[in-house]
Structure formats: structure tokens, C-alpha cells
């Protein structure tokens, strides 16, 4: 939420408001350093368990984890969360190549 916060006084993007004010709400009126990180998790734990060589054991994990990232793509990209609507370069790169690799159409 704090560079989100920042991202906001220096754009004024109301996308980046909408996410501060759901995440003040969820929290009653305290907000965590960071929240939700769940596309951010879900992305890296794929590319952790190829890089390591052992994916062929957690293929349908793999499956879900690369399902729930896809419903959550968007033309712009991805966020490193779901209800987060600032794309993130990062995460939409690494995202893009796992869901290519796995047959997704991105």
C-alpha cells in the first residue's frame, strides 16, 4: 500500500486510490506493508519448482496455480495481486512466459 500511496500523490490515478480505500476497509482503517500478495505468490512458486527441477511432481498444483494467474490477465498485463489494478511489469513477465509455456493463450 505505501508505493501504492506514493504512486497516487505523484499520478492521481484513481485505480490507485480504489485500491488504497479497499485495502483501509478490509483492515478497518489499518493497512498492512503489503496486501494481498496472492498473483505475485502464485507466478514465482511455478518458476521456483522449474527452475529446481522438480515441477513433474506438482503438476496439478502447477495447473491450478497457472489457472487462478490466468483468470486474473488482462490485456495490460497482470498485478501482483488480484485486486490490485497497477500492472506490474515484473510479474506480468514472468506470468506471460508461464502461461506461453503451459499453453495458455496470452
Not at 497516487?8 to 488504497?20: I, Q
Not at 483468470?71 to 513477465?93: F, L, M, P
Request: hydrophobic share 40%; charged share 25%.
Amino acid at each position: 500500500p505505501s508505493s501504492t500511496a506514493f504512486a497516487f500523490m505523484h499520478t492521481r490515478d484513481n485505480n490507485c486510490l480504489k485500491y488504497l480505500r479497499n485495502a483501509v476497509e478490509r483492515f478497518n482503517g489499518g493497512v498492512p506493508s503489503v496486501f494481498p500478495v496472492d498473483l505475485f505468490e502464485h507466478i514465482w512458486i511455478v518458476d521456483r519448482l522449474q527452475r529446481l527441477g522438480i515441477s513433474r511432481y506438482f503438476e496439478e498444483g502447477i495447473k491450478e496455480c497457472l489457472d487462478y494467474v490466468h483468470r486474473y490477465w488482462t490485456d495490460k498485463g497482470i498485478c501482483w495481486a488480484r485486486c490490485s489494478h497497477v500492472q506490474d511489469i515484473d510479474d506480468t513477465a514472468m506470468a506471460f512466459r508461464l502461461l506461453r509455456l503451459h499453453g495458455y493463450q496470452v
